[in-house]
């Protein structure tokens, strides 16, 4: 959908800073859209925790991930951007990768420098493959897309096991080969993050917790502050996975108190109502269609 990529294109140009939160589900990407957000990023270790139980250590391949973004994409209107892992192979993989993330509706997507099998950026253990292989990937990635505004995001895990300089250079070096946004992952400092967005030539794109912060990760900046140090996109990936595991803890503490006491108690603050879980997923635009398209087949005229 021409449109979306444009609209994503034109949000990161922007000299305001862009806010994705992450999804993973129906849900999150309908909940994103209707707060009014203008974009989502499509959390890859978020999509391998909810749909197999599994880690973010690249144990999701690519049909998995690539089906589920097209029925997120095709769920709400606002664009998204994914999450492709390493791009599941060589430069001829990332090539056909682009290509049906392309036709799934999907705005852009993410590829990244660890080697396979990858792990989330804030876990110990990576490791990045050259960066002339990386460019390579990008060249094939920026190849083909057959829709110009499609965004091509870079990603370098460099930081981690190289340091600040590495990082730098790679992204200045995925930028040439045409990457349209940068990501350093698990920056862990308010200087860090200033260095690589004064240092590096395309839109730098950040990742952030919220409320909590785990050990050895970037700490939490406000989105304001994130623009006054020169970034352009933040992505929130976890924020809404770990909302809904705590949401279903609560829930199911709830209803072992009640097996345990035999005393109904309704947690109105645990659970929203059968009447907004209908609303959040869009039930009145079926029954509408109900209304015009299925009144069944005695209405309808005979040829």
């Excluded at 990407?29 to 009014?36: E, F, I, T």
């Excluded at 965004?151 to 190289?162: C, E, N």
């Excluded at 352009?232 to 803890?249: D, N, S």
């Amino acid at each position: 959908m021409p449109q979306h990529t444009r609209r994503l294109r034109t949000l990161i140009e922007s000299p305001d800073i862009l806010v994705m939160p992450g999804i993973f589900d129906g849900y999150s990407a309908r909940l994103v859209q209707q707060a009014g957000y203008q974009a989502g990023f499509i959390t890859g270790a978020g999509l391998s925790e909810a749909i197999l139980g599994q880690p973010d250590v690249g144990l999701m391949g690519q049909e998995t991930n690539l089906n589920a973004c097209r029925h997120l994409a095709a769920c709400c209107s606002i664009p998204l951007l994914a999450d492709a892992d390493t791009g599941y192979g060589n430069a001829v993989n990332v090539f056909h990768v682009v290509r049906e993330f392309e036709q799934a509706g999907i705005a852009g997507i993410m590829l990244e420098d660890q080697t396979w099998p990858k792990r989330c950026g804030h876990m110990s253990g990576k490791s990045v493959v050259s960066a002339g292989e990386m460019a390579e990937k990008l060249r094939a990635a920026v190849a083909a897309r057959r829709d110009p505004d499609f965004i091509i995001k870079a990603r370098t895990d460099a930081f981690g096991t190289h340091g600040l300089d590495e990082a730098i250079r790679r992204l200045t070096l995925y930028a040439d080969a045409g990457a349209d946004l940068l990501f350093a992952d698990a920056l862990l400092s308010e200087d860090d993050i200033a260095a690589v967005a004064r240092n590096v030539p395309r839109p730098l794109c950040v990742n952030m917790g919220f409320g909590i912060r785990s050990r050895s990760t970037t700490p939490l900046i406000t989105a304001a502050r994130l623009q006054e140090l020169g970034v352009g996109a933040v992505i929130y990936p976890r924020l809404l996975t770990a909302c809904a595991v705590q949401g279903m803890k609560n829930g199911l503490r709830a209803l072992s108190e009640q097996l345990r006491t035999g005393t109904i108690v309704e947690h109105r603050d645990y659970a929203v109502s059968f009447e907004e879980l209908n609303e959040v997923v869009g039930l009145a635009e079926t029954r509408a269609l109900e209304q015009t398209f299925a009144s069944g087949p005695a209405s309808r005229p005979k040829n």
